[in-house]
């Protein structure tokens, strides 16, 4: 299974600012996820990240909100811009595997205040 | 669209005691089912899964056994430990449409109590 990490752990942010995820695997992997999971409620794949084309986003998640960046097969980046409350959430992101399931990091916990 | 139901939390038992998570499952064909966990502060685990019907997944004394027939993936342990508690989703990876998504369930509660 890939090792996944995520910086930072945990943020606490002012509204109308954004903040910078980042997610690093320690293989390459062609697909990368990232997901949101409001408080006490189940995940949501916000989009998928696939290395050198455009990510792709679930209905109701747009870019000018998550801008995604995946500049190579390891690393990934999910900013969350122009931060609300209702952003709260931990932010996970995940790696697709061979055997049809996914890995997932330890996710973001973001506070907005 | 494929969805995921599953018996809402907590669910409460004592250690030693006889777990099952009820899962339900809508998809069109045979999708890929998974049970994770997800300990206090931590990210999601796999713990197992099942790819066709009747397959058994298993994992750290936890099963699962896929029913075409009820739709079902219900988690079960015969006798869980106080370490055991944490919340537990049901997901899903379809045949149909975006078929690299997993769609989850809304997450169940395990509280064990020695």
């Known amino acids: 299974s890939a090792v996944i990490s995520q910086k930072p752990s945990r943020d606490i942010c002012q509204r109308g600012t954004s903040l910078t995820i980042q997610c690093q695997v320690d293989?390459?992997?062609?697909?990368m996820f990232w997901y949101r999971q409001q408080p006490g409620q189940s995940l949501t794949l916000i989009a998928t990240a696939n290395q050198g084309s455009e990510a792709t986003y679930e209905s109701g998640f747009v870019i000018d909100k998550f801008p995604i960046s995946r500049p190579n097969l390891t690393f990934s980046t999910l900013t969350v811009s122009n931060m609300s409350p209702e952003d709260s959430s931990i932010y996970l992101c995940?790696?697709?595997?061979?055997?049809?399931?996914?890995?997932f990091g330890p996710g973001t916990r973001l506070t907005v205040t | 669209g494929d969805s995921v139901t599953q018996m809402e939390g907590p669910v409460t038992l004592s250690e030693e005691a006889f777990l099952t998570i009820n899962c339900t499952y809508t998809?069109?064909?045979?999708?890929?089912l998974f049970w994770y966990v997800q300990y206090p502060g931590e990210g999601l685990q796999l713990l197992l899964k099942?790819?066709?019907?009747?397959d058994k997944g298993s994992n750290k004394g936890f099963e699962a056994t896929y029913r075409k027939e009820t739709t079902s993936f219900h988690l079960e342990k015969g006798s869980v430990q106080v370490s055991d508690s944490a919340v537990y989703f049901c997901a899903l990876k379809g045949v149909f449409g975006n078929t690299d998504k997993l769609i989850f369930g809304t997450g169940t509660r395990l509280q064990v109590f020695p």
């Open positions: 995940s790696v697709a595997a061979r055997g049809n399931e996914q890995y």
């Open positions: 998809a069109t064909g045979y999708p890929s």
């Open positions: 293989s390459q992997v062609t697909m």
């Open positions: 099942a790819t066709k019907a009747d």
